[in-house]
């Protein structure tokens, strides 16, 4: 994740991302070489990822860093190209897969293309909030997540935080309706693409350098984003309307090239699996800023609109078969993985159901390991 403060910086964003080519050259060259895992020939690790500086990201790609280099005594040296420096998404995961680079940091839709089940999570409406969700991330979806990585010579090490979407747009979106035949721009993810299609809305896909400039001519009129993306970037500016709908939450991941890990001496793999800040402290800090932020926007010019009960109801409705949609076009296991969630869902809601009574305490985890 990239988030820049001024026009100048999301130029250089734009810069950054189509210079994605050249730049990953040089990561290329800091892949591992056959050095021993010794202060004088360490380990180089490449670390790709986007994160603006200041961010929690940034201080948690800082975080990897210093512990990576601390523990191992010097025998990892950690290179972060972390501000973009490789590309887009797609660019970096392809360097990742290549082993160009080792580690990287992603958001759902920016790692669903490698694992398509991905996408299922990010069903609108499905998680009633944060708590439910990290419950069933960590409890039941996390040792599944991690085959499907597997098969695809990746290490999902962890999940981390991206934050709720909510729709934006130049003038208020209060209804499904105020989406319908606009240009709404989407990810490169089946889910943004089916959700976009229920709200009736024309789809462009797009990277985000390309956002900014395209709601200044008028090429799209909003979309979907997450609280400090909308805040930090200049989309508040260009679409000054934010509707809280809350109607998915992006959880980022932290991955690595299996084969490389899997290389390692044992202890340098425990390390860089530990290196980063426990998903606990990590989703902390971004749920912070975004709290943070919100609260800001208000002074700046920025309408928030919240959902009535039933303006929520009505979001719900129109994109309540969007989760059939998604399991017959993502395939695969996409439909155990939606039971999965079904049954945690339900696991958390019985357990809070039971606290309430005293039954239980409400952190209690029965039924499931500690994981």
């Not at 189509?18 to 380990?43: F, H, K, S």
């Not at 797609?90 to 490698?114: C, E, K, P, W």
């Not at 499907?148 to 003038?171: C, D, I, Q, R, T």
Request: glycine share 10%.
């Amino acid at each position: 994740m990239f988030f820049s403060r001024s026009a100048p910086a999301l130029l250089i964003m734009l810069w950054l991302c189509r210079a994605g080519t050249a730049l990953g050259a040089e990561a290329a060259g800091t892949a591992v070489d056959g050095a021993g895992p010794t202060p004088d020939t360490p380990v180089k690790v490449t670390v790709g990822a986007f994160a603006a500086p200041g961010s929690p990201w940034d201080k948690q790609w800082k975080h990897f860093k210093q512990q990576a280099e601390g523990r191992s005594g010097g025998a990892l040296a950690v290179k972060l190209l972390t501000k973009g420096e490789a590309g887009g998404e797609a660019t970096t995961m392809t360097y990742i897969r290549r082993n160009r680079m080792q580690f990287g940091g992603f958001t759902l839709a920016g790692v669903a293309s490698v694992v398509p089940e991905l996408d299922i999570l990010l069903t609108p409406f499905f998680f009633a909030d944060r708590q439910e969700l990290d419950f069933v991330m960590d409890e039941y979806l996390l040792d599944t997540f991690q085959d499907l990585f597997a098969e695809k010579n990746l290490v999902l090490a962890y999940w981390v935080e991206v934050g709720w979407l909510h729709m934006y747009g130049k003038s208020p979106v209060l209804q499904p309706a105020d989406m319908t035949g606009r240009r709404m721009r989407v990810q490169a993810s089946r889910a943004a693409q089916v959700l976009a299609g229920s709200l009736g809305a024309e789809m462009l896909q797009m990277e985000f350098a390309d956002l900014i400039p395209s709601l200044q001519t008028g090429l799209v009129f909003g979309g979907e984003t997450n609280a400090v993306l909308y805040s930090l970037t200049g989309l508040a500016n260009e679409a000054p309307h934010m509707t809280l709908t809350r109607h998915t939450y992006d959880t980022g991941v932290i991955v690595g090239n299996k084969t490389w890990l899997d290389g390692l001496p044992s202890d340098l793999r425990d390390i860089l699996l530990t290196a980063f800040p426990p998903s606990d402290q990590a989703r902390a800090q971004v749920r912070a800023m975004a709290k943070a932020l919100l609260a800001k926007l208000a002074g700046q010019g920025i309408t928030l609109h919240e959902l009535s009960d039933e303006e929520r109801a009505v979001w719900q409705r129109v994109t309540s078969n969007n989760y059939r949609t998604l399991i017959d076009q993502i395939g695969g296991r996409a439909q155990d993985i939606y039971d999965r969630m079904v049954e945690g869902r339900a696991h958390w809601r019985h357990m809070q159901a039971a606290a309430a009574t005293g039954a239980i305490p409400a952190t209690a985890r029965t039924g499931t390991e500690g994981r």
